[in-house]
Structure formats: structure tokens, C-alpha cells
């Protein structure tokens, strides 16, 4: 009989299910992690741009993780860049590389970047980016007299280099440089008129002395030697002529290359068909470690509408209505992040 009882007490007992743990709350773009795996794949895009100058973290705009497994989660990344003063070949660290400022005719960089998260290892799956000047009408509402970008194939653009790296090799003791590419370029008109411009450059196997005989025997050095550097010059055209340049070779660096000759400009430049005001981050790489099946649907599922992004504004919304303490100061949005410079 006490077995009996005892076993109906048993039935009777209440049975308590395993409540199932609730989900990790979604990452703001200002999080730690979201800012981690956004220098990730800052250095990554910066690291795989051939052309211009580094680009530096302006904002998070939105962040998606999508988990895959215990401890492997794919993030997807949508960054607002800022285009700063170095040029990709520069060794120096980003960090302390300078954000153009608004009145120098910023260049902003839009990029999507899919990555991967396993054990808390970081890694870059893909990435696609380009970047556009500000408008001009932008620059001129602020600073009315500043130069504004020009084509970079602009005949007083190309004249200008051309004059400032030939006076440069004229005046060297040290290697013969050829141009590897202009970097940016602007022409002021009033009060007087001056020609601004940047280009990169390459040392050669000839010195300057060399170069006078034979220049057309003069090519880049051999990877294992190479020798990058940068050069900025000055050209005043009115009401004064006088033209100002300066070069700086980085030395070699390993691992370093740029995949075209170079020209040489003894005889000057001849203009091309198209000209550009920037150089278009244009970056579409796809990671070779990565496996096909975890990129080749990247930018498909980055693309769709966010309905999540917009369930959280509806919420926010609604959260406004409820009366709140004095002096209560509600949280910021998940996304977008913050503004580390200036909004263009």
C-alpha cells in the first residue's frame, strides 16, 4: 500500500520542462566585436587595394551574425571608409595614417564584407567596395576657395607631373624614377592659378646619370629589389611661375608590388580617353583560402531589405511612448554606429 501511495505522489509531482536559453541579444555597431571584426576587414580591403591611398573606418552601418555551429558564426559588415593621405604602397601602419578632411574634397568608401568567426579567430570570406569624391557643391558651400578635384588626365594635371618629376630626376644623384601613377590632382583658379598633384613613383635599374643616355633601358627594379615612393608637386602658373616638388622612397618591402611598368615621362604625358577625379576603391575579392560554398552567395544575402534592422526602429519607437524617469536618457540605436569623422 506505501508503494502504492507513494507512486500516486510521484504522478501527481509537477513536471518542470527545460526552458531553452534565449538567444544572444544582437550586436550594435558600436560593440566591441562589431569594431573588432570591422579592423579586420579594414586592414584586409587595404591590404588587397592597388591603387590610391588606404582608406580608415568612418562608420559601422550595420552588422548581421548569422550563427553556423558552436563557435563559428558568419558576420556581414557594411562600412562607411574615409580616404586618408597614404597611399597603398606606404608602409605606414594605418593607424597613423590622416583622414582627408572635408575642405581637401574627402573621398568616401562604401564596402560590404562578409566574415567569418570560428573559436574567435577572425577571417575575411569577400569583400566588395567603391568609393566617390563629395560633390563639389558640398566643398563650395563650406569653403568657397578651395580646389576642387581634377581629372586626373586634365592636360595642366599631367603637364604638372610630368615637369615635377623630370626637374626631380634632373636634380637626383640617386635613381632614375618613373611614374606609377597620379594619385589625385587639384587646380585653383583665383587667386591665382595653381596645379596641385600627387603620384606615385618606382625606382629604376638606371641612375639619373644613366637614364641621360639611354632612358628607354631604364625599368622598375626586380620585385625582390623594389623601391616605391610618393611625390607631391606645386606648379604656380599665375601670376608667378614657379614649380615646387618633393619625392620620398619608402626602400624596399617585401611582399610589395604593383603590377604595371610605369611610364616614363622625359617626353611627357600623353592624355588618356577617360579621365577620373579618384581612384575607385572598386575592390570585388573573393578570399582563395575561403571555401566556394561559404562566398559565393556573399553579396546575395547581403543585399536583401533588413527586416530586423526595421522591427528594432518600430520598437524604438514605441519604447518613446512610455513614460520615463526624469533625467533618463534611452540607449542609442543598435545601428547605424557612431561617426568617428565627418558625415559626406
Do not use: W
Amino acid at each position: 500500500m506505501k508503494a502504492l501511495v507513494a507512486l500516486i505522489l510521484l504522478v501527481q509531482l509537477p513536471i518542470h520542462k527545460a526552458v531553452p536559453a534565449a538567444p544572444p541579444a544582437p550586436l550594435g555597431c558600436d560593440d566591441p566585436e562589431s569594431e573588432a571584426a570591422a579592423e579586420v576587414a579594414v586592414n584586409y580591403i587595404n591590404g588587397h587595394s592597388h591603387h590610391g591611398y588606404k582608406f580608415a573606418l568612418n562608420r559601422i552601418e550595420d552588422i548581421r551574425v548569422v550563427p553556423q555551429g558552436p563557435n563559428n558564426d558568419i558576420i556581414f559588415l557594411e562600412l562607411d571608409l574615409l580616404e586618408t593621405t597614404c597611399p597603398v604602397l606606404s608602409p605606414t601602419p594605418l593607424a597613423n595614417c590622416t583622414v582627408r578632411s572635408f575642405a581637401e574634397h574627402a573621398v568616401e568608401g562604401d564596402c560590404d564584407v562578409k566574415l567569418q568567426k570560428v573559436d574567435g579567430v577572425l577571417s575575411v570570406l569577400a569583400s566588395k567596395c567603391h568609393s566617390h569624391a563629395d560633390s563639389s557643391e558640398d566643398i563650395l558651400k563650406v569653403c568657397p576657395d578651395c580646389p576642387l578635384l581634377a581629372r586626373m588626365n586634365d592636360t595642366e594635371v599631367l603637364e604638372t607631373v610630368s615637369a615635377a618629376l623630370n626637374d626631380y630626376n634632373s636634380k637626383t644623384t640617386d635613381s632614375y624614377l618613373r611614374l606609377l601613377e597620379i594619385g589625385r590632382a587639384k587646380i585653383q583658379y583665383h587667386p591665382g592659378q595653381v596645379v596641385f598633384t600627387e603620384f606615385a613613383v618606382g625606382a629604376t635599374n638606371c641612375s639619373a646619370q644613366e637614364a641621360k643616355a639611354n632612358v628607354g633601358a631604364c625599368q622598375l627594379l626586380p620585385e625582390d629589389q623594389s623601391n616605391f615612393g610618393f611625390c607631391t608637386a606645386v606648379m604656380v602658373k599665375a601670376p608667378t611661375q614657379d614649380l615646387q616638388v618633393d619625392c620620398q622612397l619608402y626602400g624596399h618591402q617585401p611582399g610589395v608590388t604593383y603590377a604595371h611598368p610605369g611610364q616614363d615621362t622625359s617626353a611627357g604625358l600623353a592624355p588618356s580617353a577617360v579621365g577620373v577625379t579618384n581612384h575607385n576603391l572598386g575592390l570585388f575579392h573573393n578570399n582563395p583560402v575561403a571555401s566556394e560554398s561559404s562566398s559565393s552567395e556573399m553579396f546575395r544575402s547581403m543585399l536583401p531589405a533588413k527586416p530586423v534592422a526595421k522591427r528594432a526602429v518600430a520598437e524604438a519607437a514605441q519604447h518613446d511612448k512610455v513614460p520615463r524617469p526624469v533625467g533618463f536618457v534611452p540607449p542609442p540605436p543598435p545601428c547605424p554606429g557612431r561617426i568617428r569623422y565627418f558625415d559626406i
